[in-house]
C-alpha cells in the first residue's frame, strides 16, 4: 500500500487536531487488536516523521 501521512490520518479519523502521542497510542492498540506484527502475514508500517502504511509481510520496506 502507499504511505497515509499524518495530517490525512488525524483529518479521516479524528477531524481535528491531535498530538502525535495520542495517534501513536491507538495504532499501538490497533496493531495488538489485530495482530498487526512483524511475524503476522500483514504489517502496520510508521514511517518516522511521514505516515504509516498497511502492507503484506513478504514485502519489502521500500528504502531498505
Do not use: M
Not at 11 to 26: C, E, K, M, N, Q
Request: charged share 20%; hydrophobic share 40%; proline share 5%.
Amino acid at each position: 500500500g502507499k504511505v497515509v501521512y499524518f495530517p490525512q490520518v488525524l483529518t479521516a479519523v479524528w477531524g481535528r487536531p491531535i498530538s502525535l502521542d495520542t495517534l501513536h497510542f491507538y495504532v499501538r492498540r490497533l496493531k495488538n487488536k489485530l495482530g498487526l506484527d512483524t511475524s503476522g502475514p500483514y504489517q502496520l508500517l510508521n514511517y518516522r516523521g511521514e505516515g504509516l502504511r498497511f502492507q503484506s509481510a513478504g514485502v519489502a520496506r521500500a528504502g531498505n
